[in-house]
Every structure is written in C-alpha cells, then in structure tokens.
C-alpha cells in the first residue's frame, strides 16, 4: 500500500496536470471574469507590507494580500505569480482533504476523497471563476476542522486567519462551530474558544456584515439543477457511503459542516449558489465511503457475476464524473480573446498614468488587471451613475452623451471591443480619436 509521501506526491500530479489544462489547450489567460481584480494587485507597484488594497482585494482580504506578497517576493512576473499561486492552493485542497477524511475513515477514503476532489466538475467550474479567496480559505478551514477535531489550541488561529481571507468561508466555519458546539460535549470549549476569536475578527472586518450580507443575496456560480446535474454521480456513490457518513460517533465537525451548507439552498439562504462548492466538499467524502464501501464488497464477495456487475457500477460512474468535467472544461472558455489580450499589454505604454479609462461591465476587470489607471464600467469600480442613467445615455444624443461624460476625469480614454464600441459610438460621432482597434482617446470637452 502507498505510503502517505506517494499519495501526496501523486495527488499534487494529479492536481497539477487537471489544472494546467486549460493555459495548455485554449489561451495564457483562461479562466474566468475576477482574473483582472486579483491581477491588478500582483502587478501594481510593491510599496508595502501587506501591499495597498484594490478593488476585489480590500481590508478583508489581508489573508490573500499577503499570500500574494509573499508570492511576488520572489520576483515571478504578474502572470506567473497569479496562476502559480493559484494552482497551488488548489493542490492544497485535495491534499487538506486527504489528511482530514483520513483522520475519520482511513488512508483509503481519504486517498479517494482527494481523487475525487480533483476531479469534481464543481471543483473545476470554481477553479475556472477564479475563486481566489476562497480557494484559500477552504484549505484553512478543512485543516481547523482536522485541528479542531484533535483537540488542537491552533484551531483558534487558523479560524482567525480564515476570517481575514474569505467573507463566505468564515460564515460557513462560523455556523459550523456553533452547530458542532452544541452536539459535542467533548470539543464543546475549544469550539467555543475558536468561535470567539474567528466572530470577534470577522466583526472588526464587517462592522455591518448583516446588512451587506442580505443586500447581496444573488451569486454568480451555479443553482440546484446545474449542481445536481454535474454531482449525479457522485450523489450516487454518496447513497452508499452515506450511512457510514452519518452514524459517525461522536458527533464530528464534517456532520456539523454538512448541516450548515444543505441548510443554505435548502432554505435558500442568502448568497446560497456559491455554498455548492462546499456542499460539493460534503458530498465528495460520502461517496468516497460509498466507493470504499463498493470496492470492499467485490473483495469479500465470491460471486463472479456480482462482482463484474459492480465493477461496471463503478466504471459507469467513474466515466460519468470524468465526461462532466471534461464537459465542464470543453465549455468554459477564456472570455477574452487574443486581439484583445495583446491590446491590454499595449495599455501601460498607450496611455498616460494619471488618465481614466472607461470601457464596458465585461471588460472592466481586464483592464483593471492591465493598467495602473482608475477604471471606470456601468456601474463598476469607481463609476458612481446608475443604471437608469446609462440607458439614457446610450439612448441619448450627441448633446446628452457629451455632456454625461463631463462628469468623467481627464483625460479620458475608452476601451471598447467589437460590437461594444459600435453600440457606444452610434449618433455620437466626431469625439473620439482612435489608438488602435480597441482604444479611443476622448477629444470633446
């Protein structure tokens, strides 16, 4: 049997080869629409010690600011630091999988746990959405769980230092630890302990949490009948580990965790479609027990036909879950083409430091990503109109659309693609010198 230095060693060839994907087949830059945000902070200039905040990494994500530094200390270019780092944490997933289930079940489950972690469609549709931050904080919060169950007075640091990283991940930890406080006599205190520390850090990052909270009730990632529609076959290897999963005694901190985030679409809770990734996590460890279970039984069973046909059993879902995730990776292509990436690296040298850019809600990000400048999309980043009055300006004529944009700083650059710039320019001519094929300089007053 594979000693746990091997299975780390194949679980990150595994991880690193799923992951590698898409740079390799479709594009340098293919993932998905925060690239430009987490960009932006590894190629600005370093002057600090945790470096200044930008947009999609503010105060509360001191956590991942800090990562990154580290990162950039090492001199990699912008793009090499981005993605390396990423695909890093997302080895450390599985391999924090891995020692937890362990703890519970064995070296076997937790080897397939890991297996099927990397493999997960779920897990790579998050990957692809550039989930930076909780891709951090989600192997934090699965090693404070190993931490917590072995009693450890380290969980409370970890819990304090998830709650610097990810908004979401610390409420899931949170509940959690209530939850599991309140159905383990044994951990009761230390759980107790840990959840002080985390809500106390967490308050002083979002003073007004739950007001934030339930004003943005809408994510972008996945609802009920995609996630099922991805997971079927690993709900089905679930069914039989599940009983295993459940009557788990004592009272484990993964029981407390699958309450919590079933709760969240259930009842559908506030922000409940990014809590699929962490349901998937629950999901993975039942149908490793179901797996394991499977396996054991061809083992011990003499019938031929029985155990051909659950051998079938497994080839079938285990084809099932990889076409999913092929499927998941065929489909979600850059969304930047390769015109336009050479005309982001042209934006440093095009257009002066102190100038805006003002460019479109799907664009924005990239460009923020590229340059240095304020960046200015309906309503996004440092944009301050409503949506009523973009629609009066793409509506409006000549006149109106001059004088919307004096409330813009100069000197003012737009940066729209094909159809993008068509729909901006149409009936509003004459105001715009053209850089190149995506980059205008505006001329009127």
């Known amino acids: 049997m594979l000693n746990t230095r091997n299975i780390i060693i194949i679980l990150t060839v595994l991880s690193l080869a799923i992951h590698l994907v898409p740079f390799l087949a479709f594009s340098p830059h293919p993932l998905g629409y925060d690239t430009g945000f987490y960009r932006r902070y590894v190629a600005q200039t370093f002057e600090s010690f945790p470096n200044a905040p930008v947009p999609g990494l503010g105060k509360d994500a001191l956590g991942p600011r800090i990562f990154l530094d580290l990162i950039r200390l090492s001199g990699l270019s912008p793009d090499i630091a981005l993605y390396a780092s990423y695909i890093f944490l997302f080895i450390m997933q599985p391999v924090a999988l891995f020692f937890l289930t362990t703890y519970f079940w064995g070296r076997a489950a937790g080897t397939m746990a890991a297996i099927l972690f990397i493999f997960s469609p779920v897990q790579y549709t998050a990957y692809w959405f550039m989930l930076f931050k909780n891709a951090l904080a989600l192997p934090l919060m699965l090693a404070a769980f190993l931490l917590l169950e072995k009693g450890s007075r380290f969980t409370l640091p970890l819990g304090i230092l998830i709650a610097f990283s990810h908004h979401t991940t610390s409420i899931i930890f949170l509940l959690t630890l209530i939850v599991f406080a309140a159905l383990n006599r044994e951990k009761r205190n230390l759980a107790l302990q840990t959840f002080a520390g985390t809500f106390l850090t967490f308050l002083y990052l979002h003073s007004f949490f739950l007001q934030e909270y339930l004003n943005s009730p809408v994510a972008v990632f996945m609802g009920r009948k995609e996630y099922l529609i991805l997971s079927f076959p690993l709900l089905i290897l679930a069914i039989f580990g599940v009983k295993e999963f459940i009557l788990k005694k004592p009272f484990s901190v993964i029981a407390a965790f699958s309450v919590v985030t079933i709760a969240f679409p259930l009842f559908s809770l506030p922000f409940y479609e990014r809590i699929f990734i962490f349901i998937d996590v629950m999901v993975i460890i039942a149908a490793a027990l179901g797996f394991k279970k499977i396996i054991d039984n061809i083992k011990n069973r003499r019938g031929a036909v029985i155990q051909l046909l659950s051998v079938f059993f497994i080839f079938i879902l285990s084809a099932w879950l990889l076409i999913n995730t092929y499927g998941r990776i065929k489909n979600l292509q850059p969304l930047v083409s390769a015109s336009e990436i050479e005309e982001f690296e042209n934006i440093l040298a095009s257009i002066p430091k102190n100038a805006a850019i003002l ?70 001519q004459g105001c715009a010198e053209q850089k190149s094929a995506y980059l205008f300089k505006y001329t009127c007053n």
């Open 359 to 428: 460019t479109s809600t799907p664009l924005a990000p990239w460009i923020q990503g590229w340059s240095q400048n304020r960046v200015f999309a309906p309503g996004m980043l440092y944009d301050a109109h409503t949506t009523q009055e973009w629609v009066l300006f793409l509506a409006g004529s000549q006149e109106e659309k001059i004088e919307f944009l004096k409330s813009f700083p100069r000197p003012l650059y737009i940066f729209l693609s094909s159809p993008e710039k068509e729909d901006f320019f149409a009936n509003f």
